[in-house]
């Protein structure tokens, strides 16, 4: 069982900067996958970016490529999103999400996540 907690949403200007966390909890965490997805009213809930358990096999959603940063830091159960040139269409409540290191690759890395945290605004206003 792991527990997600997100922080670090809020309001900032287009072409400003946030960086979101999610703590993580549970003997175990470090093990697994993490991703960060996203939610914009009357839409899906749709993929962002998503790192392995070690740190390696990042992977990002297009619209994000080059803006965003995923990161893990696994002493302190932490997984972070730097999110750089916020632009009006980042506006959504991103979500923290795991699964199992073993279920990660290239071909899966977006979907199958178990674990989800309650999720975190982020609003960008031009």
């Known amino acids: 069982q792991v527990q997600l907690v997100e922080s670090g949403g809020g309001l900032v200007q287009a072409g400003g900067s946030l960086r979101l966390s999610c703590a993580a909890s549970?003997?175990?965490?470090?093990?697994?996958?993490m991703g960060w997805f996203h939610q914009a009213p009357g839409k899906e809930r749709e993929f962002v970016a998503s790192?392995?358990?070690?740190?390696?096999?990042?992977y990002y959603a297009d619209s994000v490529k080059g803006r965003f940063t995923i990161s893990r830091d696994n002493a302190k159960n932490t997984v972070y999103l730097q999110m750089n040139s916020l632009e009006t269409e980042d506006t959504a409540v991103y979500y923290c999400?795991?699964?199992?290191?073993?279920?990660?690759?290239?071909?899966?890395?977006?979907?199958?996540?178990?674990?989800w945290g309650q999720g975190t605004q982020v609003t960008v206003c031009s």
């Open positions: 790192v392995g358990w070690s740190g390696g096999g990042t």
């Open positions: 999400a795991a699964k199992w290191g073993r279920n990660y690759s290239s071909t899966s890395y977006y979907t199958g996540y178990k674990y």
């Open positions: 549970g003997r175990t965490a470090s093990f697994y996958a």
